[in-house]
Every structure is written in C-alpha cells, then in structure tokens.
C-alpha cells in the first residue's frame, strides 16, 4: 500500500474500533532501496510504502464490509503520524494537483482542506507566494523525507510534458510561479507544464489567477508556450477596435500615448506590447481615422 494513494485492499478483520486492511495486491509494492542516500527518484517514490495491516475507522467507511471484501481506500497518517485508511475521497492524491482552501497560517507553514479530518500541512519552504486564511492555492501532493503527505506550491516536476494540445487550441491554465527573466509558468488543466513567455505578458498576472490562453506553440519537449492574444494579422482588428474606443472616450478624443512611449505604460493603458500598439496605430493612420505626433495620438 502507498501513502497518498488511492489503493485497492482487503478487509483483514472486523474490530469493534473497525476494519483493518491490507494489500489486495501485495506483489505489486515495489520494495525500498537498501540504501537512502544520496536519495534517487526511486528512492523518494518509495518513502510511502506501508505493509502490513492499516486501520480504517469505522466513521472513515462508506459501505458496510465483510472480512474478505476488496474496497478502495485512501492512505494517509492521522494526527499520531500512523498509517489510517479512509474509503472517504480526498481533494488530492499523488500525481495530481488541487486547488485548495487555507484553513490556518503559522510560521512553519499553512494548513490546507483536502477533505479529510487531518488538514494537509504546506511548509514555508514549499509557498512561492504567502497564503492568506481563507485564500486557495494550487498545490501538489508529496511524502516528505519523514514520509508525511505534504503540500507544495512548487508544481513543476510534478507537471506533465504529455499535453494533447496543438498550436493554435485554446487552454485553461492557472499561473503557479513568475519570475522577471522567464515569464509566469502555468498548469495546463492543472496537469501540464506550460509558459508564457515575458515579451507576451501584456498583462500582469499573479500567482494563483486563472486565465483562457492560446497556444503559440509546442516545444519538442512537449512543454507548451501560451500567449495571452490571438496571432498579429488577427488581434490587430481587436486593437484598432479598443483603441478607437479609449480615444472615443477621452477628453477631446486625445491620449497622450504614442509610438515612442514607455513600454509599461502601453501595456497599462491598452493591454498590449509597444509592437502590438504600434501596428494597430499604423493601421488606423493608414485608413485615416487617427493621427499621432510626439504628444500623443488623436481621434479624426
């Protein structure tokens, strides 16, 4: 059996205290390494291995058993760190990800609901952003070196390379880190490894926000680059549009924007790169409708 898990087990015994189970497929369980260090990833994923015989509560059940039954339940450690079993379904499992509600803030770490009575602990060390009481977080499930089940917000190797999206498909994805250099790194319906590059920031984002993104394109690792716009000869209607629209209503149809202005200051004003802004203002000079000058740009 394995911590963290969902596992498929036997009914052992009936106590009055409930159910005790063990492996319904023992010789699959792989066995720990001799040695523990220098720690591999073979090492790591045994840390949860749990033989023997494995408590399940009587107010963990969801059906009545039988001595001999096979169930599935899940493996995690009670509030005296001993393996107990719960055929009750936790909001996270190894392998995935979750976003979770904080339930208590302390200096080691923050208490999270994963929906069973002992709350998931999330140590200061794994946080990329300090959670507030109340607030939800993305995070993922892990057994530390003392083989507890733990919380990390630190996503990216338990994020998959395997996504079915192609350039050009519309995702989902939730932002789990930024950084100045890189951009903001993303999970893909919560599962795979994506990126949005700094240049496509026309936004900003933070960590935890949620946002409907396009695919620039995959990498040949699989990983995939997200843009926050449509392609250029598409989005250009879409900024001519909003452009119009802030000078339509401004006072006297000015703004004091134009092609030299700050980068940072475009993205606040319209939401979009200087090369973005720039085509758009081009276009509509070109049809007529605006002109610009070192002040700024006016409507016709």
């Not at 409907?212 to 843009?227: E, F, H, N, T, Y």
Request: with cysteine; net charge positive; proline share 6%.
């Amino acid at each position: 059996m394995e911590l963290g898990k969902i596992n498929t087990v036997k009914i052992a015994r009936i106590t009055p205290h409930g159910a005790y189970v063990t492996d319904a497929e023992p010789e699959n369980t792989p066995e720990a390494p001799a040695t523990a260090t220098p720690e591999t990833k073979e090492e790591e994923s045994t840390r949860g291995n749990i033989s023997g015989e494995v408590l399940l509560p009587k107010g963990e059940t969801t059906a009545r058993l039988n001595k001999g039954d096979i169930t599935e339940c899940f493996i995690y450690l009670d509030s005296e760190d001993r393996p107990v079993a719960t055929m009750k379904r936790p909001l996270l499992t190894l392998g995935e990800t979750a976003v979770l509600t904080c339930l208590e803030v302390t200096q080691l770490g923050t208490f999270l609901d994963w929906g069973l009575k002992k709350d998931l602990f999330l140590p200061y060390r794994e946080q990329t952003k300090r959670p507030k009481q109340g607030s939800r977080v993305l995070v993922a499930l892990y057994i530390d070196k003392s083989g507890r089940p733990c919380a990390t917000m630190k996503l990216y190797k338990y994020l998959r390379n395997d996504s079915p999206y192609k350039t050009g498909d519309r995702v989902l994805g939730r932002v789990y880190e930024t950084g100045r250099d890189e951009g903001a790194h993303v999970a893909v319906d919560g599962v795979f490894r994506a990126l949005i590059p700094k240049k496509d920031l026309v936004t900003e984002v933070n960590i935890g926000d949620e946002i409907r993104l396009r695919v620039a394109r995959v990498l040949p690792d699989g990983k995939l680059v997200l843009a926050m716009r449509d392609p250029s000869h598409v989005q250009i209607f879409a900024d001519c549009e909003l452009i119009i629209g802030r000078l339509t209503a401004a006072p006297g149809n000015f703004l004091p924007v134009h092609d030299k202005t700050d980068t940072d200051v475009i993205r606040r004003t319209f939401g979009m790169s200087k090369n973005s802004f720039k085509r758009a203002v081009g276009h509509l000079m070109k049809e007529g409708k605006v002109t610009q000058d070192d002040s700024g740009i006016k409507l016709v």
